[in-house]
Structure formats: C-alpha cells, structure tokens
Nanobody, 121 residues
C-alpha cells in the first residue's frame, strides 16, 4: 500500500517554531513532486510550499521568509520547517506527493491524513 504518513503538528505559541515531516512508503518507483497544503476552519485548502525538485521550491506569499520546505530523497521524506508562527497559520496541514508507482507503472497522487497545527497563546 502506497501512503504518506505525517508527523510533527501540535500547539505552539505565536513566534514559535514547528517542524512537520512526511514519509512516503510503498511500491514507489519515483517521486516527482512533494509539498504541503493547509486548510484552516471555514477556508479552502491552499498550497503552502511545493517542491517539484531539489532546485525549485514554491511558497505561498504569506509564509515566504518564515517557512522552509526540504526533501530527503533517500528517505522519501519531505519536511516543512515553520518559524515565526502566527495565529493565522493555524490549520490542518496535509502532505502531498505526485509519484510513479510500480506493478504496473502508473502515476498517482497521494495525500497524508493531515496534522493539526495550532498557534495560540
């Protein structure tokens, strides 16, 4: 079974930091894109940070300079380092991956189960 498993959410005070991790597992031949999305209460899901490859990262304007996405391709893992957190960053954060799986080879979009990040004093 091909899946994404996230970890690292929780409660943090404004100005604090959190690091999210997401591991892809299963019969994966190649990972094309990994990224993070979030959905706040009453709002639509939005892309926070996307990493098509190691040399190309994209961030939503509201997190530029505060969040950093990185990948460890050897471990099929993507991270999101979140610094200077604000209450408006409160949301469920979802890991995303576009992969090619084996048996037979085919593209597949994967979503994690979501991890709650709450920024509050």
């Amino acid at each position: 079974q091909v899946q994404l498993v996230e970890s690292g959410g929780g409660l943090v005070q404004p100005g604090g930091s959190l690091r999210l991790s997401c591991v892809a597992s299963g019969s994966i031949f190649r990972i094309n894109v990994m990224g993070w999305y979030r959905q706040a209460p009453g709002k639509e899901r939005e892309a926070v940070a996307v990493m098509p490859n190691s040399a190309n990262t994209q961030y939503v304007d509201s997190v530029k300079g505060r969040f950093t996405i990185s990948r460890d391709n050897a471990k099929n893992t993507v991270y999101l380092q979140m610094n200077l957190l604000k209450p408006e960053d409160t949301a469920v954060y979802y890991c995303y991956a576009h992969v090619v799986v084996t048996g037979p080879y085919r593209p597949l979009e994967l979503w994690g189960q979501g991890t709650l990040v709450t920024v509050s004093s």
